[in-house]
């Protein structure tokens, strides 16, 4: 960080060309161009050019409001971009509804976990598996016509539940699980179509850390099976501990790409994500300026001066 | 009192034709909120339509199977009316919609331009004609105990309950395969199905026109053992049906019937009971027309006891359903 010019890498076996911003890589998956996405006076999301690279795995990073959950439900059709194209695997998605994206290989997960409640665990699985024949009004009539298919969705599902732990859990209603254990199921589900490219939505919200390692291990699985991987994440040591590719958004545009290991010592991204004290606890920095913490219990104190000062207030003070 | 009576009125009300109406509007009614979670706060419009649209050819001159096709094309027609602009957004607007639709074509066939075809608001009758045409029961008076009847309304009880049956084996069947998982999916939320590949728009479409049918089948058993009264179909219609699917337990296959028969049952009951006792001057201050509103006073203490209390219904699981959309 002393001297960021040289973090700057200028090749990198993924990219063709020079690394930065927007640079074409050698085996994109997604290609996005000119995708805007307004939402009155404020423009949500403003990407040039990206290419997300094929078979790695890549973190959208940026801060609060950078656009990120924006992009994710442009490109997946949640939602409407004002402008833009994108391809995926070489086939347009630009206003595709959203199922027709996830048939087309593309699935996505979302931040707030959507479990379905009031089914069971396997049955969120099967939920998962595509092009079932008992899913069509008259077919599903007929158990004969869907009883083998719906078999092998079982096994499957039964397959994936075991490599997710959740095995033990397969009758249970969904509403049953746990905050982490729903962030697992809605992964598991997720992958019962095969997809080709699968976007995380903050899968390590909310997750505590020894479940938040298995995530990890999944994650980095998913990788191994020759699936692409997309995701949002907020926190910079996960970021950088499995992912390949690192996008950097900032106020709907993106400012900077690269490898984990490097793209943190981008000025450019250390200017407009991470902040000057990035990597400083909070409660190291008040000698450098005003402190929202220590701001607040002080405007506290003074209002309620009967009240006994908190430890950590009057220290400092 | 006559307690006899009153109690055989009530037993008959478990087979009566109008129990087996409102259980099959009900049924519908369990494929939209139940299973899909779509608010469909206008069943009664789907009753309606099945009575006219078979009311109507049938006193034109159709034979019956042309009357039952135009109830249900007509019904799916209608369906697709409410279900194009508010299925793609949240669930509250189709409540909305169909609520309104319901009064409009309710107001529709009472209008009196259109009395050559609808009675406006003195409705139609005259249609059981070729529906009594078909019926293999000899002439004559059948029964024992409270069951007593002639030989046309064996015949209505019969075919209302044998659809009953059907209607819940195909929502059984429906259920029970990846389409019913589906809706059951979008019934918790949609955008996690979406997500997963299926075209929610069509599924609720397809939920929407089945449970309409159910509806406009319930139309024409209504309807045969009385004439077509634009009265009948008020919202108070919707909320009764509503009533009968939330005290079954609303995703559940016999909730609907077993609900509709208690709903008669109770309501006869009330209605013996107020009435001997206001005959025998036990009360006073109420009238027999009163007597007549304080049931529906009673239906309505007793959906909100329902809900709050048990809001899985009688049949329902209260782990899978509970009152929530």
């Known amino acids: 960080m002393s001297n960021p010019e040289s973090a700057v890498v200028s090749s990198h076996p993924l990219v063709k060309g020079e690394v930065g911003p927007g640079c074409a890589k050698v085996d994109p998956i997604v290609i996005a161009d000119h995708v805007t996405r307004q939402f009155g006076g404020l423009k949500a999301v403003d990407v040039d050019h990206l290419e997300i690279p094929r078979g790695q795995i890549t973190a959208l990073i940026g801060p609060n409001g950078a656009g990120k959950t924006t992009m994710f439900n442009l490109l997946t059709g949640f939602d409407k971009p004002n402008t833009g194209t994108w391809e995926f695997d070489g086939t347009s998605l630009a206003g595709v509804p959203a199922f027709k994206v996830a048939r087309a290989g593309m699935v996505r997960t979302f931040q707030l976990t959507k479990s379905l409640g009031r089914l069971s665990v396997l049955q969120n699985m099967l939920l998962g598996a595509t092009g079932q024949k008992g899913e069509k009004l008259f077919a599903s009539l007929f158990k004969g016509i869907w009883r083998k298919q719906e078999e092998e969705n079982t096994a499957?599902?039964?397959?994936?539940?075991?490599?997710?732990?959740?095995?033990?859990?397969?009758?249970?209603?969904?509403?049953?699980?746990?905050?982490?254990?729903?962030?697992?199921?809605?992964?598991?589900?997720?992958?019962?179509?095969?997809?080709?490219?699968?976007?995380?939505?903050?899968?390590?919200a909310g997750v505590n850390?020894?479940?938040?390692?298995?995530?990890?291990?999944?994650?980095?699985?998913?990788?191994?099976?020759?699936?692409t991987v997309l995701f949002v994440e907020h926190d910079m040591h996960m970021v950088t501990h499995i992912s390949d590719w690192v996008v950097v958004m900032a106020e709907g545009r993106v400012v900077a790409e690269g490898p984990p290991?490097?793209?943190?010592?981008?000025?450019?991204?250390?200017?407009?994500?991470?902040?000057?004290?990035?990597?400083?606890?909070?409660?190291?920095?008040?000698?450098?300026?005003?402190?929202?913490?220590?701001?607040?219990?002080?405007?506290?104190?003074?209002?309620?001066?009967?009240?006994?000062?908190?430890?950590?207030?009057?220290?400092?003070? | 009192m006559d307690w006899g009576n009153i109690f055989g009125n009530a037993v008959g009300e478990i087979i009566s034709p109008t129990t087996a109406a409102y259980a099959l509007a009900a049924i519908g009614l369990g494929i939209h909120f139940?299973?899909?979670?779509?608010?469909?706060?206008?069943?009664?419009?789907?009753?309606?339509?099945?009575?006219?649209?078979?009311?109507?050819?049938?006193?034109?001159?159709?034979?019956?199977?042309?009357?039952?096709?135009?109830?249900?094309?007509?019904?799916?027609?209608?369906?697709f009316i409410l279900g194009i602009p508010t299925l793609r957004l949240r669930a509250d607007y189709l409540a909305i919609v169909t609520i309104a639709a319901a009064e409009v074509v309710r107001y529709i066939v009472t209008t009196?331009?259109?009395?050559?075809?609808?009675?406006?608001?003195?409705?139609?009758?005259?249609?059981?004609?070729?529906?009594?045409?078909?019926?293999?029961?000899?002439?004559?008076?059948?029964?024992?105990?409270?069951?007593?009847?002639?030989?046309?309304d064996w015949w209505v009880r019969i075919v209302g309950w044998v659809l009953v049956a059907l209607a819940s084996v195909l929502v059984?069947?429906?259920?029970?395969?990846?389409?019913?998982?589906?809706?059951?999916?979008?019934?918790?939320?949609?955008?996690?199905?979406?997500?997963?590949?299926?075209?929610?728009?069509?599924?609720?479409?397809?939920?929407l026109i089945i449970g309409g049918g159910l509806g406009s089948i319930a139309?024409?058993?209504?309807?045969?053992?009385?004439?077509?009264?634009?009265?009948?179909?008020?919202?108070?219609?919707?909320?009764?049906?509503?009533?009968?699917?939330?005290?079954?337990?609303?995703?559940?296959?016999?909730?609907?019937?077993v609900g509709s028969m208690i709903f008669w049952v109770v309501l006869s009951l009330t209605q013996g009971i107020l009435y001997g006792a206001i005959e025998s001057g036990a009360l006073s201050f109420v009238s027999t027309t009163q007597a007549g509103?304080?049931?529906?006073?009673?239906?309505?203490?007793?959906?909100?006891?329902?809900?709050?209390?048990?809001?899985?219904?009688?049949?329902?699981?209260?782990?899978?359903?509970?009152?929530?959309?």
């Open chain 1, 209 to 227: 850390p020894a479940l938040t390692q298995s995530l990890l291990g999944h994650i980095k699985n998913l990788k191994s099976d020759g699936t």
């Open chain 1, 156 to 204: 499957r599902a039964d397959e994936l539940l075991a490599r997710f732990k959740l095995d033990a859990k397969r009758e249970d209603y969904a509403a049953s699980l746990s905050g982490g254990q729903r962030k697992l199921l809605e992964m598991a589900r997720a992958l019962m179509s095969n997809p080709r490219l699968i976007m995380l939505d903050e899968p390590m």
């Open chain 2, 219 to 257: 139309g024409i058993i209504f309807i045969l053992p009385r004439a077509v009264q634009p009265a009948n179909y008020t919202t108070g219609l919707t909320f009764f049906i509503w009533t009968i699917m939330l005290l079954g337990g609303a995703a559940t296959i016999f909730g609907p019937i």
């Open chain 2, 293 to 325: 509103q304080i049931r529906f006073i009673l239906v309505g203490v007793a959906l909100m006891l329902l809900v709050i209390f048990r809001p899985q219904g009688i049949f329902g699981n209260k782990k899978e359903l509970s009152f929530s959309v």
């Open chain 1, 261 to 317: 290991e490097t793209v943190m010592k981008d000025p450019a991204v250390i200017d407009a994500y991470l902040g000057a004290h990035h990597d400083e606890d909070l409660g190291d920095l008040m000698e450098d300026g005003p402190n929202p913490v220590l701001e607040a219990e002080r405007k506290a104190h003074e209002a309620h001066p009967e009240a006994g000062e908190s430890g950590y207030g009057e220290e400092k003070s």
């Open chain 2, 112 to 152: 009196t331009g259109l009395t050559d075809f609808t009675g406006a608001a003195n409705g139609l009758s005259g249609f059981k004609g070729t529906f009594a045409a078909i019926n293999p029961i000899p002439e004559g008076t059948y029964g024992f105990g409270p069951f007593v009847y002639n030989q046309y």
């Open chain 2, 172 to 207: 059984w069947l429906l259920m029970r395969s990846p389409w019913g998982r589906v809706v059951k999916g979008i019934r918790e939320d949609e955008d996690a199905v979406r997500s997963l590949g299926k075209n929610v728009y069509a599924y609720k479409m397809q939920a």
């Open chain 2, 34 to 79: 139940g299973y899909t979670g779509l608010l469909n706060f206008g069943q009664a419009a789907f009753l309606l339509i099945g009575a006219y649209a078979f009311a109507i050819p049938t006193l034109a001159g159709a034979p019956l199977i042309v009357a039952i096709l135009c109830a249900i094309v007509c019904s799916v027609i209608f369906a």
